[in-house]
Structure formats: C-alpha cells, structure tokens
C-alpha cells in the first residue's frame, strides 16, 4: 500500500509543473489588417456620353478645282469603359456642313460611328479612334467611307469633359462616279457624362 502511495504521489508531484500556470486567459493574437490600397485619383471614365462640337472641314477630290473648306458644327453621344489605365468606347457623331467644292457641289453632313481607345494621362485621355463614315455630298449622294485620327479629352468636372479630335476621311467613287474625297477634320467638343 505504501508502494502505491508513493508512485502516487510521485505522479502527482510530476504532473504538478504541466498544471501550473496564471488563471489569466491566454493573450489572443490580434490578426494582421492589410490597409486599403489608396483610391485612384485619376476620374473614372465608364459611362454614357452626349454633348456637340464644332470644328472645321477641308475637303478635296481628285478633280481639278473641286475642292473647299468651312466651319462645321453636331452632335456626338457614345459609351467608355475604364479598365484602370486604359478606356475603351464607341460612339456616332454627326456633324452639319455647307463646305462648297465647286459650283453647285457642297458637302451638306458627314455621320461617323467609331471605337476608341487610350490611355489615361491624369485627369486626361489620350486616344486613337477610327470606323465608318458616310458624307452627304449633294448633288451626288451619301458616300460611305471610313475615317481614322487622334484625340484628347480633358475631364473638365466629374460630369464635364472638352476634347480635341483630329481625323482623315477616305470617300471612294462618290456618287458612282471615278472621283475619290478625302477630308480633314478638327473638332472641339464638349461632353455631359452619366
């Protein structure tokens, strides 16, 4: 009985340091929080477009004397998409003329339909944009073609943007006929975004 007793207390007194301790809770290791990455600063693009413009035409064909150049003003609307630095978007303008090429011809509109895309340069785009045009060019007709150019749009408020936009238009065999147009534009535009 002795003998038990002992081996007892030797366990016992074994164990005693496994069980000592502060009747504290143990400390709770606070997790590490990764701090929010800074918003971007630059405005944010995405979103539906409408606004006008006004700008200025040079047209020529190869023909001798047909030729002119006038002010032109219309309208645009469209959509971007920002994917961080880059935007890209599609529109239709539609601008009103009366640039005379020669006596009794005159180019009365032009519609474009364009994609763009550029990159972000602070509170700015810079971008390249082409598509389909088509030029009403009486007494000939509507004359389709393509155009292609450069542009920049400064974000003025969040709502608010003016752009600067340089394009070159091609018109192949206006109105069935052996003559080609092409014609220059210069457009400064402003936009109301949502």
Known sequence: MMKQFSLIAVATLAAAPALAGSLDPAPVEQPIVQAAPPPDPRPDWTGFYVGGQLGWADVSVNAPGINGDDFTAGITAGYDYDFGDFVLGAGIDYDMADVG??????????????????????????????????????????????????????????????????????????????????????????????
């Open 101 to 194: 090429l020669a006596p009794g011809v005159k180019l009365d509109n032009v519609f474009r339909a364009k994609v763009r895309g550029g990159l972000k340069v602070g509170n700015g785009l810079s971008y390249v944009t082409g598509g389909y045009a088509e030029a009403d060019i009486s007494p000939l007709g509507n004359q389709d073609g393509y155009f292609v150019g450069i542009g920049y749009e400064q974000m003025v408020t969040d709502q608010f943007s003016l752009a600067l936009e340089g394009l070159h238009h091609e018109f192949d065999n206006i109105g069935g006929t052996p003559f080609d147009a092409e014609a220059r534009t210069v457009n400064v535009r402003g936009t109301f975004r949502f």
